[in-house]
Nanobody, 125 residues
Framework: QVQLVESGGGLVQAGGSLRLSCAVS????????MGWFRQAPGKEREFVAA????????NYGDSVKGRFTISRDNAKNTVFLQMNSLKPEDTAVYFC??????????????????WGQGTQVTVSS
């Protein structure tokens, strides 16, 4: 069974930075494309970023391009989300997710098989 555990969320002022981590256990980490999604109260869960199995390809949601960076360390079974220039509208629960399909990275939520419980990010104005 694959387990994903996020950490690094918290309260930050607008313009600040946070780094989220997601530790993955249970299977070979490099088998998975990894993604980050977020969900604000009353809104759909939305795509934030994805990284391919060996980190060669990345993709970002339009609202975070140029501010967020996704990366992974396959030796540590961990994926990261560096978030800079945070805005109040970035406030949400952030989830990491694993895609075992062995296909190119995707923004499609339904393609991800495994999910963490989420970590809260709150950006004050």
């Amino acid at each position: 069974q694959v387990q994903l555990v996020e950490s690094g969320g918290g309260l930050v002022q607008a313009g600040g930075s946070l780094r989220l981590s997601c530790a993955v256990s249970g299977r070979t980490f490099s088998m998975y494309n990894m993604g980050w999604f977020r969900q604000a109260p009353g809104k759909e869960r939305e795509f934030v970023a994805a990284v391919s199995r060996f980190g060669l390809n990345t993709n970002y949601g339009d609202s975070v391009k140029g501010r967020f960076t996704i990366s992974r360390d396959n030796a540590k079974n961990t994926v990261f989300l560096q978030m800079n220039s945070l805005k109040p509208e970035d406030t949400a629960v952030y989830f990491c997710a694993a895609d075992s399909s062995m296909r190119p990275i995707t923004t499609t939520r339904e393609r991800y098989d495994y999910w963490g419980q989420g970590t809260q990010v709150t950006v004050s104005s």
